[in-house]
Structures are given as C-alpha cells and as structure tokens.
C-alpha cells in the first residue's frame, strides 16, 4: 500500500534505529551498554512516586488542556528559586513532555515552508517537529575545534530573511554540553528584536551545569518577554522520563493562546504523571545537587578514557549528560552497526548514536557520534575499554589499516 511521500522523508531517530541490533546482540548473551539514549539509571524523587501509589481517584478524568493549576503553580515557586520573577501561571502550558513543547512552538510560530535558525549539531529529534510543522531549519555550524561554542552572531544574522521566525536553542546543550552564557543570549536577544523574530530556548537540562559554571536562563530577560519561549520538562531533571510531563513557558499570551488550540485539540496533558511533577518539585534541592554531581563524575570519568584512545577527538562537555566525539573511522554508523553486529570485547559492546543525523547540512558528522553518559562509572570505564578495542578490530578488519 501507497503510504504519504512525506513520511517516507522523515528520518528513523539515530538514537534508536540501531535498537534491534542491540536487541539481537542481547539475545545472543553479548551485555549492550547504553550510550545512545538520555536514559538516565537515576532513581526518580519519593515524593513523584509516592504521589503515584497514592493516587486515589476513581476515574482517571480528563483535565484541563493547559495543565493542572496545581503544577503551573509549583513551577512559578521552581522558577523564583532560579531567580525568574514575574511570570504567572497564565505564563505556562503544560505539555506531554518537552517534544510536544517543540513541537506546539513551531506549530505555533511558524507557517509552512517559514524557517528557524537553528545550531548544529542539534537535538535531532527537532528534525521530525520542523517536518511536521513544515518549517525548515537553517543551520549555523558550531564546530568541535572551537569547543562547539556559539557561532559568531554575524553568521546568525547572514541567515535571517523575510521567512526567518526565530533562532531555537538548546541550552545546556543537547549533543554538545555547551552552555551559553548570559552575554550570549543577550547579543541573541538583541539580534532578535531587531528583526522581529522570537528566541525559543529548550532548557530542559538547566540543573545540570559543570565545573562551577553558572546558568542563565531566557526566562531572566524580561525586557524581551514578548518573544521568547522555554521550552521546558521534567524527563530529565527528576528522571521521570517516562512520564511524558514538559512545559512551554512565555510572557507572550498571545503565544499561549494559540499554542492552547494545539493544546485543546490533544486534550490533556497525562493527569497522573502530573500530580508525580507537582510532588517531584517538592523534593529537597540536594535530590538534584546530587544527581549534578554524580553526572560531573561519569562526564570527567568518561571523558578521561575516551581521550586516552587513540585518534578519538573529544572536548570537554560543561553540562547536560551528552557528548560529540570524532572517532578515527570511515563511518560512524558503520562501525555504529558493527559493534551490535560483529563484535564484542569479552562478551561487552557499546550501543551510541552516529551523529550525522544531529547535522542540517549533509555530510556533516559523518565520523562523529554522540555519547551519553547517565550510567554508572565502572559501565562508562567498561564502554571506553570496548570502544578501544572495537576501534582496533574495525580499522583492521573493515579499514584494512
Ligand atoms: C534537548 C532536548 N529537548 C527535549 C527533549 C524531549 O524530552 P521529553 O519529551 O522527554 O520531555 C529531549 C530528550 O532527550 C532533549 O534532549
């Protein structure tokens, strides 16, 4: 049967493709250690999962499609704790996860075939929303040699045209670990304006900053309010990833408004999981300082022995739990494949995710890949051995060097 030509140009998420690979190797007893997905091994808070055995509701009812007042509410105190006054709960819509928060902001933002600038390598997924929304993503090139700090804001600029609805960032970011600084967002914040154009932010990683490094959020710049987004969730910051629970968060209530038919038209957001994110954000402030520093050791424990292999290129991620390293191969999703197909180190391999797919311009990151770490260190330690060792059988078996 005939299926629509514009699902057949959708991309397979490289985060997940190789998944039936993994799971055959499992079968065959081989251990696959995970660093493809932003799964994090971290218990989520007491206070979200005794909210979950105590809930005692008959029905499970639909609730209203902007979110229970209760957790709209306890994001307005989450967010004074960062510093970000003045928002109310009219200011937040909650969503089924961050996704549908991307995707409800181009939905919302954006008619087909209008653009949004955004920096590679990406959130990848962000791919599959634009396609849907019909919005094509202009890229700026942030490059490992300089850290994958932000490009120039010139290069921004050069790219901006009459179709040009706004610049998406990801910070901390999500494949790089960059984080952008408060003088960053606010020579973007300045460029924006003086085309007209919004800011949308996707800060869903904000508590996860390293070695001492602040976080600015968007949200801190009132004098822009009418045109930024947060697009925020609680997947990773309470390790609830599996409770579907994100926001948009905007002073601009026109925004709001409209994303709200999007909202209305998908119902709720999941009603359950919402009361878990409400009690999720009473947990003391040291569940997450502890989650922050455990990833800070897997990032320095990982990163040390990755670049001890040889021809493997990394720098240093300053937050979220992800990395982009260059591997000394022809192809990453070759050897991707061939670490789940045709090896293993002592009945151990690694699953990760080629990186091209987290590029807008072809031929971009072909021989890089990105690597999580939200598993433990003897894993990671583990992984980095594999890798080694996969590295030196893929060059001389599929390289012949
Ligand atoms: C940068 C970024 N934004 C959004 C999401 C989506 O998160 P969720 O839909 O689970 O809230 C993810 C998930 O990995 C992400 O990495």
């Known amino acids: 049967m005939k299926m629509s030509n514009r699902i057949s140009s959708f991309q ?25 997905i932003g799964q994090p091994d971290i218990l989520t808070p007491d206070e979200a999962l005794d909210a979950i055995h105590k809930y ?10 902007e979110g229970e007042l209760e957790l709209r509410k306890g994001l307005l105190s989450y967010y004074r704790n960062f510093g970000i006054e003045g928002l109310d709960e ?26 949004f600038i955004i920096p590679e390598p990406y959130y990848t997924n962000v791919a599959t929303f634009a396609n849907i929304a019909m919005v094509t993503l202009v890229p700026v090139t942030s490059r490992m040699e ?24 990801c910070s901390p970011n999500n494949p790089t670990g960059h984080v952008y600084s ?5 020579e973007l914040l300045e460029l924006c304006r003086k085309h007209d154009i919004f800011l949308v932010v996707d800060e869903v990683y904000r508590e996860f900053c390293y070695d001492g490094k602040s976080f600015t959020s968007v949200l801190s710049f009132p004098e822009y309010a009418d045109r930024v987004i947060c697009i925020d969730s609680f997947s990773k910051r309470f390790s609830m990833c599996g409770a579907r629970v994100g926001a948009i968060v905007t002073r601009n209530k026109e925004v709001l408004e409209n994303a709200l038919k999007l909202a209305q038209a998908r119902l709720c957001p999941p009603m359950v999981e919402q009361k878990a994110a409400a009690q999720a954000l009473t947990a003391p402030a040291k569940y997450v300082e502890d989650v922050r520093t455990c990833y800070e050791k897997r990032r320095n ?26 591997l ?19 009945g151990n391999t690694v699953m990760f995710a080629p990186a091209e797919d987290f590029y807008v311009t072809k031929g971009m990151g072909h021989t890089q890949a990105r690597f999580a770490y939200v598993i433990n260190e003897d894993e ?9 060792e996969g590295l030196k059988a893929y060059r001389k078996i599929v390289m012949h060097s």
């Open 12 to 36: 397979a998420s490289p985060i997940r493709r190789l998944v039936p690979y993994a799971r055959e190797a499992k079968s065959k007893g081989i251990h696959v250690i995970h660093l493809n």
């Open 56 to 65: 005692d509701e008959k029905i499970i009812e639909y609730g209203l499609s």
């Open 90 to 115: 009219d200011n937040i819509l909650i969503t089924t996860g961050g996704s549908e928060a991307i995707q409800f902001s181009l939905m919302t933002l954006c008619d087909p075939y209008d653009e």
């Open 182 to 186: 408060e003088v960053e967002l606010r």
């Open 301 to 326: 424990t990982l990163i040390k022995a990755m670049q001890r292999i040889p021809g493997v290129r990394c720098s240093m991620p300053k937050g979220a739990f992800y990395f982009v390293a260059d």
């Open 146 to 169: 300089d850290g994958f700090r932000l490009p120039d804001i010139s290069e921004f600029e050069s790219k901006i045209n009459k179709k040009t609805m706004g610049i998406l960032l």
């Open 328 to 346: 000394p191969v022809d192809d990453a999703e070759k050897f991707a494949l061939f670490m789940l197909r045709d090896f293993n180190w002592e």
């Open 380 to 388: 990671l330690a583990l992984a980095a051995k594999c890798l080694e």
